[in-house]
């Protein structure tokens, strides 16, 4: 799937995600509406969640942040440099 065709199928969730699941006059960025559309579609599940951050990250060709996620996932201390 094209990333055009993500964003124009995700684009209506995450509109409503802002509309109803923030107070009124709160102008939620995507990021945040995102953030709620995952939480909720894994039920609050940590691991889960997380595992979807590492796959996005991988995706984005952000490796070294990947490990960081992969490392926290198996109980690693993460150092920040």
């Known amino acids: 799937m094209e990333k055009e ?3 124009a199928a995700i684009r209506p969730v995450l509109e409503q995600i802002k509309k ?3 107070v009124p006059d709160y102008k939620a960025s995507d990021t945040e ?3 709620m559309l ?3 579609f894994f ?6 969640i997380m595992e979807a951050a590492y796959y996005g990250l ?3 060709n952000f ?3 990947a490990k960081a996620v ?3 996932m198996n109980g690693e201390t993460v150092i920040e440099k």
């Open 5 to 7: 065709q993500v964003q």
């Open 20 to 22: 109803e699941s923030f």
């Open 33 to 35: 509406a995102m953030g």
């Open 38 to 40: 995952i939480s909720k």
């Open 43 to 48: 039920e609050w599940a940590g691991e889960d």
């Open 58 to 60: 991988e995706d984005a």
């Open 63 to 65: 490796h070294g942040e």
């Open 70 to 72: 992969l490392d926290l």
